[in-house]
């Protein structure tokens, strides 16, 4: 049986422009994507919970995205990775390997990948880790991550 998802294309928010978010359940976000286009579609109460989470994270009025997530196809390594980003707070940054050492990890180029294959960016802020003596990566831009940082004034 082929599985139900079902998307759509928020309005643009400041810093990060057009999300696509998926579902499958109509309760908890799968995954949250850069999109090009905006939907046609009417915000459900779901997706507009969403959205107003968004945009006051975005705007400076929220420092949280409190939104249930679908984690269940995702690795217990990968779980691990965004379990230690979501532990760098608000306005902070950490290192790639600041987050192997907490993770008793030596597994550096894992760590980024699993970062860049984020599938919650925002709520699990990949953008809040940085390379030793540098930004990184951040699979949106270094633009978009350092408005990001900015926001947070973590910059």
């Not at 579902?23 to 905006?38: F, N, Q, Y």
């Not at 507009?48 to 420092?63: H, R």
Request: net charge positive.
């Amino acid at each position: 049986m082929k599985e139900q998802l079902k998307s759509v294309v928020l309005p643009a928010l400041p810093i990060v422009g057009k999300l696509r978010l998926t579902t499958r359940d109509g309760k908890s976000l799968l995954s949250i994507d850069v999109a090009e286009k905006p939907s046609d579609k009417t915000l459900d109460p779901f997706f507009q919970k969403c959205f107003d989470e968004f945009e006051a994270y975005l705007t400076g009025e929220s420092k949280k995205i409190d939104i249930p997530l679908d984690l269940k196809k995702l690795s217990p390594f990968q779980k691990q990775v965004l379990k230690a980003m979501k532990a760098i707070p608000y306005g902070k940054t950490s290192t790639y390997k600041d987050l192997a050492n907490k993770m008793n990890s030596k597994a550096f180029q894992a760590i980024g990948s699993a970062c860049g294959r984020n599938p919650f960016m925002l709520i699990y802020p990949c953008h809040r880790v940085l390379g030793t003596g540098n930004l990184g990566g951040f699979a949106h831009g270094l633009k978009m991550k350092k408005q990001l940082l900015s926001l947070e004034g973590a910059v």
